[in-house]
């Protein structure tokens, strides 16, 4: 779940999208999420590129936002999961 505040969350997950002319028609627009640990180490990057009818994103992003967000959505769980992999498998301790 979203949190205000940082100090309580065990990763985050930050954004930087540009937009730019391409053509006289459309623009290019990439989108890098990068999932970062609790103490701010990267644990990893999801980069999204494509080239659109140009003003697409000038008003309310609407459906475009949905779609954009489950696309990063699908790279960071993928580098969550390979992160639950790779980690030793802990015995249980014996009582």
């Given at each position: 779940?979203?949190?205000?505040?940082?100090?309580?969350?065990?990763?985050?997950?930050?954004?930087?999208?540009?937009?730019?002319?391409?053509?006289?028609?459309?623009?290019?627009?990439?989108?890098?999420?990068?999932?970062?640990?609790?103490?701010g180490?990267?644990?990893?990057?999801?980069?999204?590129?494509?080239?659109?009818?140009?003003?697409?994103?000038?008003?309310?992003?609407?459906?475009?936002?949905?779609?954009?967000?489950q696309?990063?959505?699908?790279?960071?769980?993928?580098?969550?999961?390979?992160?639950?992999?790779?980690?030793p498998?802990?015995?249980?301790?014996?009582?």
């Open positions: 779940n979203p949190l205000p505040d940082t100090a309580g969350a065990d990763f985050v997950i930050g954004c930087v999208v540009k937009v730019w002319q391409d053509s006289p028609d459309s623009e290019r627009v990439t989108i890098e999420w990068v999932l970062l640990a609790a103490s180490s990267q644990l990893g990057d999801v980069k999204q590129a494509n080239r659109i009818p140009r003003g697409q994103l000038a008003g309310t992003w609407g459906n475009t936002a949905h779609i954009i967000a696309g990063g959505w699908q790279g960071l769980s993928e580098i969550l999961e390979r992160r639950q992999r790779s980690r498998v802990v015995p249980p301790a014996k009582s």
